[in-house]
């Protein structure tokens, strides 16, 4: 079919161009007695042969091409090549490995559109047939490209992530691949020949902003990359369509879509495969600090969000996976470990192995490590999936290697608007969480969510959202109106007016900030764990063991380590102080480029095998074009001895050519 973006390339010796006689539109009628029915002539003897004749030498002239495009070519692009398009210049290999690929992954090849009908016709006037639709081009077009050769490896991109910490570990990994494969990452634009940007879908502002960086790159001349949840969870942002892509889960491939956007090419890779591996390369944004995805996706089905569209159904990673990337994160000088997903609770419900088996791992390795200076974050978790292992969890919080922090969002306090949203609780459930884990877990930190204004919300069921937040007066509240995302349920209903959304957020915000939580820490002794420095103040940054935010005078001997530090200063969202006693634990010193080298021994070994796998192809492919032509030219001298004695039968044998 035209429509279908990937039949060319599953079927790339077909994409030859072909001469229009072989795809004849019907003959004329001769005449139309109605509307709905039409006599045809049909064809002469005379154009029966002189197709048939034509068809043979379609397939000399296929025959000579395949055998001229798809022997192995040794250049430099070659040698630096990866797995993947690079691959399509083996035609012969392409259509095989694309049809068992074409599962988890969606290619497109965008030519530029021919505008005028004119142009159309005089293409085919010259003979040439394409399979694809008229603006696209199939893969031999790949091989034929005029595009100068470039040597892959050698350029600069510019990296920009927004979102979650999810995002920004899938971000950590790309740039750790082309670092790698020896691209450079820079923070620059103007500096970049192609810009790679992460998106987040989660508010309509961010995505707007992400729209806003691809527009203006392309009007900056650059090459573009787009990956993340916005071209995953809605394909049919116009900003996008011209773009290469990179699926939410096809982040290995990231070098593969630079290459070919480089050469020009527009690569859309957004088929969901396999999860991401976890020891792939990674440069991670604070050296300190590790981000270790524990799953992709989550079983809730919330009607405002669109994570889901893109992040899909849950997916996660074995106990042993996440294990074995703790330890060596550890070993490579990392001191804190973030645990991320869409949803912790609801880890390995898939695997019929739940939270607990994690948890009980996690325990032991940090019990067999004994390291003082390393903690251990638990991420965000939906109140539905976590009442169940709430034992679990609080075990987890009291270890003295893992901070007493949770994320648990609510997000409305009236049971109507959670039935709304489906967010599958109670406001009862809510609170008998926060209870609890206060209960269990001395000092523990708890923050949460709060939508402001989701549609069909009165007065009323704001004001008690409003209680909530007085009764409970939790430490950390992310605040944030309510915004329409295009293709979920939530899009359709009937919104509140912007102006009260507006003034219910500033009057949440208001009472939040009245709050003094942190008071109690004033001249109190605490420690402290410090991963970062703040330029901007001169100070060094660090949290406590409930993931309160401290602040010290700037000392870089701090980072990788932890001190008990003399409170002399509280505010809303941290605390101040001093020095007063530093870990006697050796500072540790993380990795600048954590598993580069790895990579780049891999890589040559693979490129080895590939080099190989690629000369086997091309003898394969090599001996099946022989034996093809051979059989062509055989049924050739076949047909031309059959026309040779019918055109001269009536002589041969003294015939009349009635009786003939």
Same mark, same amino acid.
């Given at each position: 079919?035209?429509?279908?973006?990937?039949?060319?390339?599953?079927?790339?010796?077909?994409?030859?161009?072909?001469?229009?006689?072989?795809?004849?539109?019907?003959?004329?009628?001769? +005449?139309?007695?109605?509307?709905?029915?039409?006599?045809?002539?049909?064809?002469?003897?005379?154009?029966?042969?002189?197709?048939?004749?034509?068809?043979?030498?379609?397939?000399?002239?296929?025959?000579?091409?395949?055998?001229?495009?798809? $022997?192995?070519?040794?250049?430099?692009?070659?040698?630096?090549?990866?797995?993947?398009?690079?691959?399509?210049? =083996?035609?012969?290999?392409?259509?095989? =490995?694309?049809?068992?690929?074409?599962?988890?992954?969606?290619?497109?090849?965008?030519?530029?559109?021919?505008?005028?009908?004119?142009?159309? +016709?005089?293409?085919?006037?010259?003979?040439?047939?394409?399979?694809?639709?008229?603006?696209?081009?199939?893969?031999?077009?790949?091989?034929?490209?005029?595009?100068?050769?470039?040597?892959?490896?050698?350029?600069?991109?510019?990296?920009?992530?927004?979102?979650?910490?999810? @995002?920004?570990?899938?971000?950590?990994?790309? &740039?750790?691949?082309?670092?790698?494969?020896?691209?450079?990452?820079?923070?620059?634009?103007?500096?970049?020949?192609?810009?790679?940007?992460?998106?987040?879908?989660?508010?309509?502002?961010?995505?707007?902003?992400?729209? @806003?960086?691809?527009?203006?790159?392309?009007?900056?001349?650059? +090459?573009?990359?787009?990956?993340?949840? %916005?071209?995953?969870?809605?394909?049919?942002?116009?900003?996008?369509?011209?773009?290469?892509?990179?699926?939410?889960?096809?982040?290995?491939?990231?070098?593969?879509?630079?290459?070919?956007?480089?050469?020009?090419?527009?690569?859309?890779?957004? /088929?969901?495969?396999?999860?991401?591996?976890? =020891?792939?390369?990674?440069?991670?944004?604070?050296?300190?600090?590790?981000?270790?995805?524990?799953?992709?996706?989550?079983?809730?089905?919330?009607?405002?969000?669109?994570?889901?569209?893109?992040?899909?159904?849950? /997916?996660?990673?074995?106990?042993?996976?996440?294990?074995?990337?703790?330890?060596?994160?550890?070993?490579?000088?990392? %001191?804190?470990?973030?645990?991320?997903?869409?949803?912790?609770?609801?880890?390995?419900?898939?695997?019929?192995?739940?939270?607990?088996?994690?948890?009980?791992? #996690?325990?032991?390795?940090?019990?067999?490590?004994?390291?003082?200076?390393?903690?251990?974050?638990? /991420?965000?978790?939906?109140?539905?999936?976590? $009442?169940?292992?709430?034992?679990?969890?609080?075990?987890?919080?009291?270890?003295?290697?893992?901070?007493?922090?949770?994320?648990?969002?609510?997000?409305?306090?009236?049971?109507?608007?959670?039935?709304?949203?489906?967010?599958?609780?109670?406001?009862?459930?809510?609170?008998?969480?926060?209870?609890?884990?206060?209960?269990?877990?001395?000092?523990?930190?708890?923050?949460?969510?709060?939508?402001?204004?989701?549609?069909?919300?009165?007065?009323?069921?704001?004001?008690?959202? #409003?209680?909530?937040?007085?009764?409970?007066?939790?430490?950390?509240?992310?605040?944030?109106?309510?915004?329409?995302?295009?293709?979920?349920?939530?899009?359709?209903?009937?919104?509140?007016?912007?102006?009260?959304?507006?003034?219910?957020?500033?009057?949440?915000?208001?009472? %939040?900030?009245?709050?003094?939580?942190?008071?109690?820490?004033?001249?109190?002794?605490?420690?402290?764990?410090?991963?970062?420095?703040?330029?901007?103040?001169?100070?060094?940054?660090?949290?406590?063991? @409930?993931?309160?935010?401290?602040?010290?005078?700037?000392?870089?001997?701090?980072?990788? *380590?932890?001190?008990?530090?003399?409170?002399?200063?509280?505010?809303?969202?941290?605390?101040?102080?001093?020095?007063?006693?530093?870990?006697?634990?050796?500072? *540790?010193?993380?990795?600048?480029?954590?598993?580069?080298?790895? &990579?780049?021994?891999?890589?040559?070994?693979?490129?080895?095998?590939?080099?190989?796998?690629?000369?086997?192809?091309?003898?394969?492919?090599?001996?099946?074009?022989?034996?093809?032509?051979?059989?062509?030219?055989?049924?050739?001298?076949?047909?031309?001895?059959?026309?040779?004695?019918?055109?001269?039968?009536?002589?041969?044998?003294?015939?009349?050519? +009635?009786?003939?």
């Amino acid at each position: 079919s035209p429509r279908s973006r990937i039949a060319a390339l599953q079927h790339v010796a077909a994409s030859y161009p072909r001469p229009l006689f072989l795809h004849p539109a019907p003959c004329k009628a001769k +005449r139309a007695d109605t509307p709905f029915r039409r006599t045809f002539t049909r064809p002469s003897k005379a154009t029966k042969f002189t197709r048939r004749v034509l068809r043979i030498r379609w397939r000399f002239t296929r025959t000579r091409w395949i055998l001229t495009t798809t $022997m192995p070519q040794r250049t430099e692009s070659s040698a630096c090549a990866t797995t993947g398009l690079a691959d399509i210049e =083996d035609i012969g290999s392409a259509a095989g =490995d694309l049809e068992t690929r074409s599962a988890a992954a969606e290619v497109t090849v965008h030519a530029p559109s021919e505008k005028s009908t004119s142009a159309r +016709r005089r293409r085919k006037m010259q003979g040439t047939f394409s399979a694809a639709a008229p603006t696209e081009r199939s893969a031999s077009t790949l091989v034929e490209d005029d595009t100068p050769r470039m040597v892959p490896g050698t350029q600069t991109v510019f990296l920009k992530t927004y979102g979650c910490a999810h @995002n920004t570990s899938d971000s950590e990994y790309m &740039a750790g691949l082309l670092l790698s494969y020896g691209y450079r990452i820079t923070e620059n634009m103007d500096e970049a020949d192609l810009c790679l940007l992460n998106s987040c879908t989660v508010k309509g502002p961010s995505q707007q902003s992400f729209v @806003n960086l691809v527009t203006d790159a392309k009007k900056a001349g650059k +090459r573009v990359v787009v990956s993340g949840c %916005v071209p995953q969870g809605d394909r049919t942002i116009p900003e996008l369509e011209d773009t290469s892509t990179i699926g939410v889960q096809q982040i290995e491939r990231v070098v593969e879509v630079v290459e070919e956007t480089l050469k020009g090419h527009t690569v859309k890779f957004l /088929g969901k495969k396999t999860l991401p591996r976890l =020891d792939l390369p990674k440069i991670r944004k604070n050296p300190y600090i590790e981000i270790v995805p524990i799953a992709v996706g989550c079983l809730s089905a919330c009607t405002y969000c669109k994570t889901k569209h893109a992040r899909g159904q849950l /997916g996660s990673y074995e106990v042993s996976a996440i294990i074995d990337r703790v330890r060596q994160v550890i070993r490579e000088g990392v %001191v804190e470990v973030w645990l991320s997903s869409e949803d912790t609770g609801a880890y390995g419900r898939d695997l019929h192995k739940p939270l607990p088996y994690l948890i009980d791992a #996690l325990i032991e390795v940090l019990d067999e490590i004994n390291d003082p200076n390393v903690m251990l974050r638990f /991420g965000m978790t939906n109140p539905p999936y976590v $009442m169940d292992h709430l034992d679990a969890v609080v075990r987890l919080l009291n270890h003295r290697n893992v901070y007493a922090f949770l994320h648990v969002p609510v997000q409305a306090g009236s049971d109507r608007v959670l039935d709304k949203m489906k967010r599958e609780y109670t406001v009862a459930d809510f609170r008998h969480i926060v209870e609890y884990v206060r209960k269990n877990v001395p000092g523990v930190t708890i923050s949460t969510d709060i939508i402001c204004g989701f549609p069909t919300e009165t007065d009323e069921e704001f004001s008690m959202t #409003l209680e909530l937040t007085k009764d409970l007066e939790l430490h950390n509240m992310n605040i944030s109106q309510f915004y329409p995302r295009p293709g979920t349920p939530a899009m359709r209903m009937k919104r509140v007016p912007t102006n009260v959304v507006k003034d219910r957020s500033r009057a949440i915000t208001r009472l %939040v900030h009245a709050m003094s939580p942190l008071d109690p820490f004033l001249g109190q002794r605490v420690r402290a764990w410090f991963t970062e420095v703040s330029d901007k103040h001169n100070q060094s940054l660090g949290h406590t063991k @409930n993931y309160t935010q401290c602040m010290v005078p700037r000392d870089d001997a701090l980072l990788g *380590k932890s001190a008990l530090v003399e409170i002399t200063e509280t505010q809303r969202w941290c605390i101040i102080g001093k020095v007063v006693e530093e870990s006697s634990a050796p500072q *540790k010193q993380p990795s600048a480029v954590p598993g580069v080298a790895e &990579a780049a021994a891999s890589h040559e070994v693979k490129a080895a095998e590939l080099a190989e796998q690629r000369a086997a192809q091309g003898a394969v492919q090599e001996k099946k074009s022989s034996s093809h032509l051979a059989r062509d030219v055989v049924f050739a001298a076949a047909v031309a001895l059959a026309l040779l004695v019918l055109w001269s039968g009536p002589r041969m044998f003294g015939l009349e050519k +009635r009786v003939w």
